[in-house]
């Protein structure tokens, strides 16, 4: 009977050792899934990485044409000011000129009455 009992024992421990084995076995096969899920991830991140500099160093470049434009167009609304100034100045001599000419049309005529008279 102590002989049985001996096997018996061994025959559990067997089964321990097969249930350990085999639950260490799938804890590696989880292990694995998990190491590749974590790759996938990794190589998602390292994708979304690489596509928001890309969209970044785009984004700069878009605002530094557009800083660029907006210099251009300063330049340009300052050119027209300038040029809307020396308009005036010119509408102003202008009107000058015309004031000048109706002074001289009542000279002419103030002459005119003038010689009449004599």
């Given at each position: 009977?102590?002989?049985n009992m001996a096997r018996?024992?061994?025959q559990a421990a067997g089964y321990g050792m097969q249930e350990?084995?085999?639950?260490?076995s799938e804890d590696s096969r989880k292990l694995r899934e998990i190491e590749d899920r974590l790759e996938i991830l990794e190589n998602r991140l390292i994708t979304v990485e690489?596509?928001?500099?890309?969209k970044d160093q785009q984004f700069h470049e878009r605002?530094?044409?557009i800083e660029?434009?907006?210099?251009?167009?300063?330049r340009t609304v300052d050119d027209l000011a300038t040029t809307v100034d020396r308009f005036n100045r010119n509408m102003e001599r202008l009107a000058t000129k015309t004031e000048l000419k109706q002074v001289e049309k009542m000279a002419e005529l103030l002459l005119d009455v003038q010689k009449q008279e004599v």
């Open positions: 009977m102590v002989f018996l024992q061994e350990v084995l085999k639950r260490a690489r596509s928001t500099l890309e605002i530094e044409h660029a434009d907006l210099k251009n167009m300063i």
